[in-house]
């Protein structure tokens, strides 16, 4: 996290601060979509600094966890550390750096933390199924850059998860099944849901097309 205090924020200031007044060299795509969409492997090709917001899942033995299909409902926001994934993306926009912790999924645990420090890149990506949730936070911020719901066809999407989900063991074959089902028919909703939080819905080729854009021209943001 941060180190010392952030000069801007709005507890700190003698005034409030206007939004767009805060100046800052960095700031946050948030990129969701069904899951299977497309999302890590957009991020690969961008080559840009990536925080995958599943590794902000809470560990599986937290009390009062969301459960479905006789485990926990790791599709629920309920499963999710939304403040500790907004304060890493903040520091990372106002101080360049951020620690960010370590999940992994077949176990439901988290097992460390890592530090990603920015070099100079002025736009980093948040993507997960959960991003939506963070797009109110980070335009009160300042430090929104665009928030995207990628789309592809659902029966490819359906197929994509299957395949990522078994070759990697992320939970036992029936719960896979169980989940990528269930999936399949909330995913118009689901879609809905997001772009009702503030993403707009856009194509691969679309949004890779414009966080490119944003990438070569950090003054461009929403």
Do not use: N
Not at 149 to 158: D, G, I, K, N, S
Not at 178 to 202: D, M, T, Y
């Amino acid at each position: 996290m941060p180190e010392g205090p952030d000069p801007d924020s709005a507890g700190d200031a003698l005034f409030p601060i206007p939004e767009g007044a805060r100046q800052v060299r960095r700031r946050v795509v948030l990129l969701t979509g069904p899951s299977g969409s497309g999302k890590s492997s957009l991020t690969r090709r961008l080559g840009l600094p990536v925080v995958p917001l599943d590794d902000f899942y809470f560990d599986i033995d937290r009390p009062g966890l969301p459960s479905r299909f006789g485990s926990v409902d790791w599709d629920s926001p309920a499963s999710w550390d939304h403040d500790g994934a907004r304060a890493a993306l903040v520091a990372l926009c106002r101080y360049g750096a951020s620690d960010l912790p370590v999940y992994d999924i077949p176990s439901s645990r988290r097992t460390g933390t890592s530090r990603l420090v920015l070099d100079g890149e002025p736009i980093v990506i948040a993507e997960g199924i959960f991003a939506a949730e963070l797009v109110a936070d980070l335009r009160a911020e300042d430090v929104l850059a665009d928030a995207i719901c990628l789309l592809r066809p659902r029966m490819q999407t359906f197929w994509f998860r299957l395949l990522r989900d078994f070759a990697e063991s992320r939970k036992p074959p029936m719960t896979l099944i169980r989940r990528g089902a269930a999936l399949f028919r909330a995913e118009p909703e689901l879609i809905r849901g997001w772009v009702a939080k503030g993403c707009r819905a856009a194509g691969v080729a679309e949004a890779e097309r414009d966080i490119r854009a944003l990438a070569a021209a950090p003054t461009a943001r929403r």
